[in-house]
C-alpha cells in the first residue's frame, strides 16, 4: 500500500518546475472553455439537423486536417519556437471561437458555418496538438515526460466533467452562444502563461527546414521501431472506435435511446470525463509502472470494448452514465500511455516527427470512423453502430495480443538517442 501511494504521490513531480505549473494553470481554464464549446456545438448541430450524419461530418472535418497537415506539423514544431507557435495557434483558436459565437448571437449560423469553423478549428490543432505534447517536455525535461504528459491528461480530463455540465445547463437555461463567448475568454489565459514562461527549447543550428527530407527520415525511422508501431495500432483503435462516438454520438444517444435534452448531453459528457480522471488519478500511474506495457494495453482496449455493450444497451440516464464512466477509464489509459511512450522512446530531435505521425494516424483516421459510424447510426440505429464498434475493438484487442507475440514481453529503457530504446524481457 505504501509503494501505491508512493507512486501516486511521485506521479505529480513535475510540478515542482515553475514552468510547468504556469503553464498547466492556464491550460486548465483554457480547456474547461474548449469542453463547453465541444458540448454546446455538438448540441447545436444536433438542433440544427437532428441527424447523426451531420454530427459525424463536423467530427470528421475537425480530424481531417490531421490526416492532411500532421506530417509537417512535426517539422514545424522543431524549427521553430514552440512557445511563440503556441501563442499563435491559441489566438487563431480563439478567434475561431468568437466568430461562432457571434453568428449564434445573431441567429445567423447555419450548418455549413459550423463545417467551415470545424475545418479551421482542425487546421489549427493539427499543429497544436503535436507542438503541444513536445512543449511538455521542453518544460518538464525527458525524466519528466511521462509524468508531464499524464499531469497535461489529468487537467483535460477535470475539463471534461466541468466544462460539459457547465454546459448543459447553461445551453438549457441561457441558450448555446454563452458557451462558445466563455471559450473564446478562456484561451486568454493559456495565452497569458504561455508568455510569462521560458521554455527550454534548443533550436538547431541549422534553421532552414526540408519537410519531404525530415518526414521522410522520421517514417524510416517509425519503419524500425515496431514496438512504437504497436503504440500507434493502440492508440488508434482507441479513438477510431471509442472517442470517434464520444465526440460525434452522444446527442443522438442523449436524444433517440435517453429522450433527453442539452443537460442529459452534458451528463454523459461529465461522467465520460469523470472516470477518465480516476483513470488518470489512480489507474495510469501504476498501469505505467507495469513491466509487460503491451499486455496491458491489450486489456485496457477489450475493458473499453465491454463497457460500450453496456453502453449500447443502455436505456436510462443513470445506467448510460456509469457505462461511460468506466468504459473511459481506459481511453486516457491508452493514449496517454501511447504518447508517453513512443516520446520516452523517440531520440529528441525526432520527437516532434515522431508525435506528427502520431497524431495523424491516430487522429487523422477519426476522419473516416465518424463518418462511417454517422453513417451506420442513421441507417441501423445508434445503439446498433456503438456495438459493432465494441465487438471490432474487443475483437482487434484479442487479435493483438495472440499474434504481435513481441508486444507481450518488452518494456521501457532508459531513453538515448539510439533507435533501440526498448529492451526485451527474458
Known amino acids: 500500500m505504501t509503494s501505491v501511494f508512493s507512486t501516486l504521490r511521485d506521479s505529480f513531480s513535475p510540478l515542482r518546475f515553475p514552468n510547468f505549473r504556469i503553464y498547466l494553470s492556464g491550460q486548465a481554464v483554457s480547456l474547461i472553455g474548449t469542453w463547453l464549446q465541444v458540448t454546446a ?97 521542453d518544460l518538464s525535461g525527458t525524466s519528466e515526460l511521462r509524468k508531464a504528459v499524464n499531469l497535461n491528461a489529468m487537467i483535460l480530463q477535470v475539463s471534461r466533467i466541468i466544462g460539459p455540465a457547465i454546459a448543459g445547463l447553461a445551453v438549457a437555461r441561457l441558450g448555446i452562444a454563452p458557451a462558445f463567448w466563455v471559450n473564446g475568454l478562456s484561451f486568454l489565459a493559456v495565452v497569458a502563461s504561455l508568455v510569462a514562461l521560458k521554455s527550454n527549447q534548443k533550436l538547431g543550428e541549422n534553421k532552414k527546414a526540408q519537410p519531404l527530407r525530415d518526414l521522410m527520415e522520421a517514417l524510416r525511422y517509425l519503419k524500425t521501431q515496431p514496438r512504437i508501431q504497436d503504440l500507434f495500432i493502440f492508440s488508434t483503435l482507441t479513438v477510431l472506435l471509442v472517442i470517434s462516438i464520444l465526440l460525434s454520438q452522444l446527442p443522438a444517444v442523449a436524444d433517440k435511446l435517453l429522450h433527453g435534452n442539452a443537460e442529459t448531453l452534458g451528463t454523459l459528457q461529465a461522467a465520460s470525463g469523470a472516470g477518465a480522471l480516476i483513470a488518470v488519478l489512480f489507474i495510469m500511474p501504476i498501469f505505467q509502472s507495469l513491466r509487460r506495457s503491451g499486455v496491458a494495453l491489450s486489456l485496457a482496449a ?125
Open 41 to 137: 456545438q455538438a448540441w447545436l448541430v444536433w438542433t440544427l439537423t437532428g441527424s447523426e450524419e451531420a454530427s459525424g461530418i463536423v467530427a470528421m472535418l475537425g480530424a481531417l486536417p490531421f490526416l492532411i497537415f500532421g506530417p509537417f506539423a512535426g517539422v514545424i514544431a522543431e524549427r521553430y519556437d514552440r512557445r511563440k507557435l503556441l501563442i499563435g495557434t491559441q489566438i487563431a483558436a480563439m478567434l475561431l471561437a468568437f466568430a461562432l459565437a457571434i453568428l449564434v448571437q445573431t441567429q445567423l449560423v447555419q450548418l455549413w458555418h459550423v463545417y467551415l469553423l470545424s475545418f479551421l478549428l482542425g487546421t489549427v490543432n493539427a499543429l497544436d496538438v503535436p507542438t503541444q505534447q513536445t512543449f511538455l517536455g
Open 302 to 426: 477489450v475493458w473499453m470494448g465491454i463497457w460500450l455493450l453496456v453502453f449500447s444497451t443502455a436505456r436510462s440516464i443513470p445506467v448510460s452514465a456509469m457505462a461511460l464512466f468506466f468504459g473511459s477509464m481506459g481511453a486516457p489509459t491508452v493514449i496517454a500511455t501511447a504518447l508517453g511512450m513512443v516520446q520516452f522512446m523517440t531520440p529528441p530531435e525526432m520527437r516532434a516527427r515522431i508525435l506528427s505521425l502520431f497524431t495523424m494516424i491516430s487522429f487523422g483516421l477519426q476522419t473516416f470512423a465518424v463518418l462511417i459510424i454517422g453513417f451506420v447510426a442513421e441507417r441501423l440505429g445508434i445503439a446498433t453502430a456503438i456495438e459493432i464498434n465494441a465487438i471490432i475493438l474487443i475483437g482487434s484487442a484479442v487479435l493483438m495480443f495472440v499474434f504481435r507475440t513481441e508486444m507481450r514481453r518488452w518494456e521501457m529503457a532508459r531513453p538515448t538517442n539510439s533507435p533501440a530504446v526498448v529492451t526485451e524481457l527474458i
